[in-house]
């Protein structure tokens, strides 16, 4: 059964700083595009930020330059370091994880992080 378990979120400061962890189990996850979306209230779910098995990268406009995102091939895992925090960050962040093959997709979701960045 695929799992994906998410942890690193709570309360920061503007300006702060916070690290998302997303622990995958259940398959083969280096075959898996991975990323990270966030929901703010009253907003639609956007795409934060994703990272393809090869590793090649792709943000948001409102990130760049702010966050970073990688993964850990041995531990199945994937991160978000964000820096500068501000208000707009805040939001339920969620891990994802697909596949997309010529008969079947597969998708993941994580249960999802609070950060609130507030002062």
């Known amino acids: 059964q695929v799992q994906l378990v998410e942890s690193g979120g709570g309360l920061v400061q503007p300006g702060g700083s916070l690290r998302l962890s997303c622990a995958a189990s259940?398959?083969?996850?280096?075959?898996?595009?991975m990323g990270w979306y966030r929901q703010a209230p009253g907003k639609q779910r956007e795409l934060v930020a994703s990272i393809t098995p090869s590793g090649r990268t792709n943000y948001v406009d409102s990130v760049k330059d702010r966050f970073t995102i990688s993964r850990d091939y041995a531990k199945s895992a994937v991160y978000l370091q964000m820096n500068s925090l501000n208000s707009d960050d805040t939001a339920v962040y969620y891990c994802?994880?697909?596949?997309?093959?010529?008969?079947?997709?597969?998708?993941?979701w994580g249960q999802g992080t609070q950060v609130t960045v507030s002062s």
């Open positions: 259940g398959t083969i996850f280096s075959i898996y595009d």
């Open positions: 994802k994880v697909s596949r997309t093959t010529p008969w079947v997709n597969y998708v993941y």
